[in-house]
């Protein structure tokens, strides 16, 4: 059974960086499409960014673009998300999901089966 772990949110001020971290278990890490989405109060989720993993296809909602890069730690199952100059905008729960298929360009949310527990983001004005 697939497992995600996700870490490294937190409270910073406006400009300021995060990484975020989800490491994948239970199942072969280069053929996951891993996706990164968040969910504010009150808003609907949507994605953030995504990677096929094996081949390192990226894609970036339009929100994040410029300010996120998705790296991966293949010895550790380890897919990260660096954010930088983070807007108050930005804070919510971001969650990393996954799904076994190359479609990571299909960002639906629907579409990936495993979901981690959500890492809280706060970005102060």
């Known amino acids: 059974q697939m497992q995600l772990e996700e870490s490294g949110g937190g409270s910073v001020q406006t400009g300021g960086s995060l990484k975020l971290s989800c490491a994948a278990s239970g199942y072969p890490f280069s053929d996951l499409c891993i996706g990164w989405f968040r969910q504010a109060p009150g808003k609907e989720r949507e994605v953030v960014a995504t990677?096929?993993?094996?081949?390192?296809?990226?894609y970036y909602a339009d929100s994040m673009k410029g300010r996120a890069a998705i790296s991966q730690d293949v010895a550790r199952n380890t897919v990260s998300l660096q954010m930088n100059r983070l807007k108050p905008e930005d804070t919510a729960t971001y969650y990393c999901?996954?799904?076994?298929?190359?479609?990571?360009?299909?960002?639906?949310?629907?579409?990936?089966?495993?979901w981690g527990q959500g890492t809280q983001v706060t970005v102060a004005s």
């Open positions: 999901a996954a799904k076994s298929s190359p479609a990571c360009r299909e960002v639906n949310d629907a579409t990936f089966t495993d």
């Open positions: 990677v096929y993993n094996r081949a390192f296809n990226t």
